[in-house]
């Protein structure tokens, strides 16, 4: 298992096709989320969020190839609904989205991608990530001691109305478990795929 950190702008074309498609099967095909019209390829899942610079962890592998994804993006007051009152500084938090793992390959694969999450925030003077999230993810969080606090209703908008919570940096039982893995970039990893694609900024 490697973990590739990435920014679509610097993706091989053949990734980003892959990471399209896989995205569709967990979300659009999976947990049934539209796509906007837009942005609708064929077979494929991108969303308004998918930003040139916008850093991305993908698991890989070579017999399943990609496995799970984490998307980082900067998060702003600015995006807060009008009247909310903001718990974060500008510019220290990042949102955690379109986070997804097959337990089949590995069962503690999500915990794998948010050591990494957390890794990258750290160096990059980040003081926290948020994330909406599920039952069955906040249980997986308890039983590996992820150090995570509930945040208040309406600091993520997310689809399904999940629970959205605040996830430290510090993470003692995750370094004790993954510290010295480390991230690939997509050329040490996927020496054969093709030249990258020049992405074009939607939006945020």
Known sequence: M???QTQLKDMPSSLLAELGSYR???FARGEGWSIPPRLSTPGQEYDRFDR???TWLLAWTAQYGICGC???IPWHPSELPEGTASPFPDGEVWEMSRFSARLDV?????LLLLWHAVQLA???GIQCLISATTPM???MFEAHGVVYEPLTPGIIQSEDNLFAVKIAIEQPALAEKYRGSRRYNPEEVLPTFGVSVNWQVRGR
Do not use: G, H
């Open 106 to 110: 590995d069962a503690e694969l999500p």
């Open 70 to 72: 984490m998307r980082l």
């Open 122 to 124: 750290e160096l990059s």
């Open 52 to 54: 040139s610079d916008v």
């Open 24 to 26: 569709y099967d967990v």
């Open 137 to 139: 993810l906040e249980k």
């Open 2 to 4: 490697k973990i590739i």
